[in-house]
């Protein structure tokens, strides 16, 4: 269970971001267009428009993030490959320096290297000279993004929501009161996740998305 809680760390720690991104982007958008004086279809619009393109945006980033990577480490591991399959021996020396580097002894270190690659040399190397132990599969890339787009979707309905549910002469003051809130918690829970100060990343969080809509406000009163 805890090497489960260790794996999806990761992931979670990236949606959390995607999320604070989606909060801080509707609510400026939202802040702003209120204080211009707009009617609530153009919150409407505006919001769908925010989620819609904001929430693409963020899948497409996130796709091309993880479809790079693993062609990348795809390319290091065949790289890897051929460098043994043409000098396994100079390969297995490699090896056992790397785990007298780790403070080995030589004789066990050249039984763990001789050890590992009896079983997999590429899965050997990978750990010890490329630090990679596992290699995510080729369409980890599509789900990756759609749960990108997704909790960029969550954080900017948060504003939005608030904005289309409160009386008009409310939305402003409430709603940012409400974003701040919310900043509040995935700072919070940034916090748990990365083991970091949760005062520092909640002040982190406010302060930002405070300053986005303070100054979508004023533009907004500017333009009204």
Sequence with gaps: MRDRLSALRPHAQASIVEV????????????????????????????????LAGGSAVAGVRYSEVRTEWEVNRALLEEERASIEADPAGELEEL??????????PRLARQVAEALTERDPVAAHADAELRLETMEPKSAAVPAAVTAGFCYGIGAAVPLAAMSWLPANDRLA?????????????????AWLTGLPALRLIRRNVVLGGTVMAASILIGLALH
């Design 174 to 190: 409430v709603t940012f009161v409400i974003v701040l809130v919310a900043l509040g918690l995935t700072g919070w829970f940034a």
């Design 96 to 105: 056992v320096g790397i785990y007298e580097a780790k403070g080995l002894n």
């Design 20 to 51: 604070n991104d989606g909060i801080t982007a509707a609510a400026g958008v939202a802040e702003g267009f209120v204080s211009a004086g707009a009617s609530a279809r153009t919150l409407l619009l505006a919001g769908t428009a925010v989620i």
